[in-house]
């Protein structure tokens, strides 16, 4: 096996205007005394993603100027309020032709998963073909990988708030379960009541 470093890209979601949180953007919350989205992107490069995307989309301006993503692609998506699903496509997109060969997939709101548990996930990569995600006592769940020969099936499949689901549904047997439920705790910040998880 050749070094990954450069084929496997990191891509985080960080659009979501955060609906049932009063409208607060999740890529702005606080987490360790900076925005989430900084926080995101420090796991992804401590597990060994040098080439990270993001895509933005509430609030992205503020993102810009708040957060510092120096080194990051930033990929803007202005259908973000249709739901994860055309923000996953408007990533996988911007790492066409980029040479990346498989694309580590963050979700910015889940910051009790942390650079154990994707590198865990990363280091199941076998090539173009691949397709890993995490497991929490056995069942599917983030992050995930996707390797390049299945991102036009993705992007075909992805829509609303459902990003990959179908597709990996439909691909179960392909999917390699990594379980990571030592090591992280797949909690989201979707509600108010979830605000208490951040530091």
């Not at 990954?4 to 949180?21: T, Y």
């Not at 996707?146 to 990959?164: L, N």
Request: net charge negative.
């Amino acid at each position: 096996m050749t070094d990954n470093e450069d084929q496997i890209a990191g891509l985080l979601l960080a659009a979501g205007g955060g609906r049932r949180l009063g409208g607060r953007p999740k890529a702005l919350l606080d987490h360790r005394g900076r925005p989430l989205v900084e926080h995101a992107v420090s796991v992804l490069r401590a597990a060994g993603c040098t080439r990270v995307h993001v895509v933005l989309g509430a609030a992205a301006d503020d993102v810009r100027r708040r957060a510092d993503l120096d080194g990051c692609v930033l990929v803007e998506n202005p259908e973000w309020a249709g739901g994860m699903g055309s923000s996953l496509r408007a990533g996988l997109e911007s790492l066409s032709g980029t040479g990346a060969r498989a694309a580590l997939v963050s979700l910015v709101d889940q910051p009790g998963i942390g650079a154990e548990a994707f590198a865990r996930v990363r280091a199941a990569y076998t090539g173009e073909t691949a397709l890993v995600s995490a497991a929490y006592d056995g069942v599917r769940g983030h992050p995930v990988l996707f390797g390049s020969a299945h991102w036009a099936g993705i992007a075909a499949t992805a829509t609303g708030d459902r990003g990959a689901r179908a597709y990996l549904k439909e691909h179960a047997a392909q999917v390699a379960l990594v379980e990571c439920g030592d090591i992280a705790r797949p909690y989201d910040i979707d509600t108010v009541a979830d605000l208490h998880h951040l530091e």
